[in-house]
């Protein structure tokens, strides 16, 4: 039995893990790849009687900030990063010379690259341990597969896919097979293309299952480390150099301010934007105009970060107070900063004064009927089209419909269809934005389509 514990923290919405490790003899404690809203390590160390000593990152995420600078501030922890991240705060440069003691057990740091060129991994000794008795492999090692290479620019995507096979197959592979792994990245993190909803593997388990683990060359190796990754999300372009300088200090979750309805109103005429955070159906049935309709649970770490430009000044409106902090939390752990405040009174205090907009929307027999009428947009990722669609529908993924020309005619309705409703209304509140007025939302998705048994293709 070792004298230390993990207690892993999973967000599924960003698909990652961050990790206390804490010895119940010397009650110290280490944080890995913390998000940036810290309460909850913290509340959990505090439980457990922890004094956090080093909160450790195993790269520059491009995913999400950093939340290692909000735990030193708090705690006065020691901040390790890989010495070839070359960051730009005090912290304590990691190598592969480097050991952290906590007493009743060590952290040895490996060099991992792939993918990204500074990636460390963190090996657990124990005091009386030849073996490493647990591995927290970032994104170096995932259940199913690996980080992927092509984040930082396409000049680097192969050269890194080729440090990829080398970490894999000359230095993990060498671990023993019953070393327990702890990946950063998993489902639900567009980082990977996971191929399993396990969060935690071992070496032998790779080993045997793993198809960028399997004996192959290098060339093999990189054309399947290649293969088959979707698009992502457009935020991740600032979280390396924000990860790298430092991100801003909060001091926890932002306690956002009210404004009414008139407030909002010059807010707007100032170039404020408005996320609106309610359930999809609440949106359509209206909601002030020119709002990016988004719910909480989307979740916003994807699609705002994908919809939304970077650095926009945001104003959030949400129908509960547990949505609303909900969606400051994911804001702010994608540097979405610049919260301005809320719609008090929700959206009933805007009608009383102002006109809403709202969103037509048609069922699947009646889609069914008008196909000849609409232009039918699939706002699904591509492999959610390859694998089935509505004859004569055009595919646009809808992480695009912010930024790309658009092919749509301005004369014809748009029917905005996606797997069940929640995408294609986000999709529809952008495409309002700019300039398509006559657009429908296909209610229940391609879902509801199946469930009647209609055709796809």
């Given at each position: 039995?070792?004298?230390?514990?993990?207690?892993?923290?999973?967000?599924?919405?960003?698909?990652?893990?961050?990790?206390?490790?804490?010895?119940?003899?010397?009650?110290?404690g280490?944080?890995?790849?913390?998000?940036?809203?810290?309460?909850?390590?913290?509340?959990?160390?505090?439980?457990?009687?922890?004094?956090?000593?080093?909160?450790?990152?195993?790269?520059?995420?491009?995913?999400?900030?950093?939340?290692?600078?909000?735990?030193?501030?708090?705690?006065?922890?020691?901040?390790?990063?890989?010495a070839?991240?070359?960051?730009?705060?005090?912290?304590?440069?990691?190598?592969?010379?480097?050991?952290?003691?906590?007493?009743?057990?060590?952290?040895?740091?490996?060099?991992?690259?792939?993918?990204?060129?500074?990636?460390i991994?963190?090996?657990?000794?124990?005091?009386?341990?030849?073996?490493?008795?647990?591995?927290?492999?970032?994104?170096?090692?995932?259940?199913?597969?690996?980080?992927?290479?092509?984040?930082?620019?396409?000049?680097?995507?192969?050269?890194?896919?080729?440090?990829?096979?080398?970490?894999?197959?000359e230095?993990?592979l060498?671990?023993?097979?019953?070393?327990?792994?702890?990946p950063?990245?998993?489902?639900?993190?567009?980082?990977?293309?996971?191929?399993?909803?396990?969060?935690?593997?071992?070496?032998?388990?790779?080993?045997?299952?793993?198809?960028?683990?399997?004996?192959?060359?290098?060339?093999?190796?990189?054309?399947?480390?290649?293969?088959?990754?979707?698009?992502?999300?457009?935020?991740?372009?600032?979280?390396?150099?924000?990860?790298?300088?430092?991100?801003?200090?909060l001091?926890?979750?932002?306690?956002?301010?009210?404004?009414?309805?008139?407030?909002?109103?010059?807010?707007?005429?100032?170039?404020?934007?408005?996320?609106?955070?309610?359930?999809?159906?609440?949106?359509?049935?209206?909601?002030?105009?020119?709002?990016?309709?988004?719910?909480h649970?989307?979740?916003?770490?994807?699609?705002?970060?994908?919809?939304?430009?970077?650095?926009?000044?945001?104003?959030?409106?949400?129908?509960?107070?547990?949505?609303?902090?909900?969606?400051?939390?994911?804001?702010?752990?994608?540097?979405?900063?610049?919260?301005?405040?809320?719609?008090?009174?929700?959206?009933?205090?805007?009608?009383?004064?102002?006109?809403?907009?709202?969103?037509?929307?048609?069922?699947?027999?009646?889609?069914?009927?008008?196909?000849?009428?609409?232009?039918?947009?699939?706002?699904?990722?591509?492999?959610?089209?390859?694998?089935?669609?509505?004859?004569?529908?055009?595919?646009?993924?809808?992480?695009?419909?912010?930024?790309?020309?658009?092919?749509?005619?301005?004369?014809?309705?748009?029917?905005?269809?996606?797997?069940?409703?929640?995408?294609?209304?986000?999709?529809?509140?952008?495409?309002?934005?700019?300039?398509?007025?006559?657009?429908?939302?296909v209610?229940?998705?391609?879902?509801?389509?199946?469930?009647?048994?209609?055709?796809?293709?």
């Amino acid at each position: 039995m070792p004298d230390y514990f993990i207690e892993p923290f999973v967000d599924s919405g960003l698909g990652n893990s961050a990790y206390l490790i804490g010895s119940h003899e010397t009650k110290k404690g280490i944080l890995i790849d913390p998000l940036r809203d810290v309460d909850r390590y913290l509340s959990a160390a505090s439980e457990l009687g922890l004094t956090l000593i080093h909160v450790l990152d195993t790269h520059l995420h491009a995913d999400f900030v950093s939340g290692n600078r909000e735990i030193a501030h708090k705690t006065g922890a020691v901040i390790g990063a890989s010495a070839e991240a070359k960051v730009g705060f005090d912290h304590q440069p990691l190598t592969e010379d480097s050991v952290i003691d906590l007493g009743a057990f060590q952290i040895r740091v490996m060099s991992t690259p792939g993918h990204t060129p500074e990636h460390i991994s963190f090996l657990i000794f124990e005091p009386d341990g030849k073996a490493p008795s647990a591995f927290f492999s970032g994104g170096a090692l995932i259940v199913g597969g690996a980080a992927r290479t092509d984040l930082l620019t396409p000049e680097l995507t192969q050269p890194l896919a080729r440090h990829l096979y080398h970490t894999i197959h000359e230095k993990l592979l060498k671990l023993p097979d019953e070393l327990e792994v702890f990946p950063t990245h998993g489902a639900g993190s567009f980082c990977v293309a996971p191929a399993s909803l396990d969060r935690t593997t071992t070496i032998g388990r790779e080993r045997r299952t793993n198809h960028l683990a399997q004996p192959q060359s290098e060339e093999e190796f990189v054309k399947r480390a290649l293969a088959g990754l979707p698009s992502y999300p457009t935020y991740y372009k600032y979280m390396r150099e924000i990860n790298q300088r430092g991100a801003k200090i909060l001091g926890g979750v932002p306690a956002l301010k009210p404004f009414s309805a008139s407030e909002v109103k010059a807010m707007l005429d100032d170039g404020v934007v408005v996320l609106d955070v309610r359930h999809n159906k609440a949106f359509g049935e209206g909601h002030i105009p020119n709002s990016y309709g988004i719910r909480h649970d989307a979740p916003l770490t994807t699609w705002a970060g994908w919809l939304i430009p970077f650095r926009s000044r945001i104003l959030l409106v949400a129908d509960e107070p547990d949505h609303r902090l909900s969606a400051t939390r994911q804001l702010i752990r994608i540097g979405y900063d610049d919260l301005v405040g809320y719609l008090d009174g929700e959206i009933e205090a805007w009608a009383r004064e102002f006109p809403v907009e709202t969103v037509q929307s048609m069922d699947a027999k009646e889609l069914r009927e008008r196909l000849n009428e609409v232009v039918l947009v699939d706002v699904r990722q591509k492999l959610e089209w390859d694998a089935g669609h509505i004859s004569g529908a055009i595919h646009f993924e809808g992480g695009r419909v912010a930024w790309d020309e658009l092919p749509f005619p301005h004369d014809k309705p748009l029917a905005i269809q996606c797997a069940s409703g929640n995408r294609s209304m986000s999709a529809i509140s952008v495409l309002r934005r700019r300039g398509y007025r006559n657009v429908i939302q296909v209610e229940g998705g391609i879902n509801k389509w199946k469930m009647h048994g209609f055709e796809t293709v």
